[in-house]
């Protein structure tokens, strides 16, 4: 397993799942709120795991130019990204728009009538 993360895994639970998946929200959250497209998730999430890998390379003595290790990274803060694009998306379209749309739960919204 720890061929595969590019280091510990109680090092890549740490940064990845607890520091950089609050990190990865708040950018969904980001990039909702700015009315952007939900494909920036993609580089934006990228750029996030090319940090996750240094810090892991910098703090627990992992692999730098572990393949596996950032693609793991990048789905994982990817996932979280967009969960948070999604729920702010959605609250955002029935704050600006009640009159048309209503809340069917934390990540979807449908429309009236």
Same mark, same amino acid.
């Given at each position: 397993?720890?061929?595969?993360?590019?280091?510990?895994?109680?090092?890549?639970?740490?940064?990845?799942?607890? &520091?950089? @998946?609050? +990190?990865?929200?708040?950018?969904?959250? =980001?990039?909702?709120?700015?009315?952007?497209? $939900?494909? #920036?998730? /993609?580089?934006?999430?990228?750029?996030?795991?090319?940090?996750?890998?240094?810090?892991?390379?910098?703090?627990?003595?992992?692999?730098?130019?572990?393949?596996?290790?950032? &693609?793991? @990274?990048? +789905?994982?803060?990817?996932?979280?990204? =967009?969960?948070?694009?999604?729920?702010?998306? $959605?609250? #955002?379209? /029935?704050?600006?728009?009640?009159?048309?749309?209503?809340?069917?739960?934390?990540?979807?919204?449908?429309?009236?009538?």
């Amino acid at each position: 397993m720890e061929n595969l993360l590019g280091g510990s895994v109680l090092g890549f639970l740490g940064l990845t799942l607890a &520091l950089f @998946a609050g +990190a990865s929200w708040m950018m969904g959250q =980001a990039l909702a709120l700015t009315w952007r497209a $939900a494909w #920036q998730i /993609v580089p934006y999430a990228a750029m996030l795991a090319a940090t996750d890998r240094f810090l892991a390379f910098a703090l627990f003595s992992g692999d730098l130019a572990s393949l596996p290790g950032f &693609l793991a @990274a990048w +789905a994982c803060l990817g996932v979280v990204a =967009a969960a948070g694009f999604r729920a702010t998306r $959605a609250g #955002q379209m /029935v704050a600006q728009y009640p009159w048309l749309f209503e809340r069917t739960g934390p990540f979807s919204w449908r429309a009236r009538g």
